[in-house]
């Protein structure tokens, strides 16, 4: 697995693809793709298809 960090998100990293390859395709078709890809960040020459991750805080509940 990787993650990406931008302005303090963190997103998984689903697949990457160069953009030339994919320069007739927008990022919601992208999105559709792939079902788990919420979000589509570019870095030079390479997309890539994220999922956001959520943070959470939870709190282990006793039953006794």
Same mark, same amino acid.
């Not at 953009?19 to 992208?30: Q, R």
């Not at 570019?42 to 959520?54: A, E, R």
């Given at each position: 697995?990787? =993650?990406?960090?931008?302005?303090? &998100?963190?997103?998984?990293?689903?697949?990457?693809?160069?953009?030339? +390859?994919?320069?007739?395709?927008?990022? #919601?078709?992208?999105?559709?793709?792939?079902?788990? &890809?919420?979000? &589509?960040? +570019?870095?030079?020459?390479?997309?890539?298809?994220?999922?956001?991750?959520?943070?959470?805080? =939870? #709190? #282990? &509940?006793?039953?006794?």
């Amino acid at each position: 697995m990787r =993650f990406i960090t931008v302005r303090d &998100v963190k997103y998984l990293v689903i697949s990457t693809v160069l953009a030339k +390859k994919v320069s007739e395709v927008t990022s #919601e078709n992208l999105k559709k793709r792939y079902s788990l &890809v919420d979000t &589509v960040l +570019k870095n030079g020459d390479t997309l890539y298809l994220c999922m956001t991750c959520i943070e959470t805080e =939870f #709190e #282990e &509940v006793d039953d006794g």
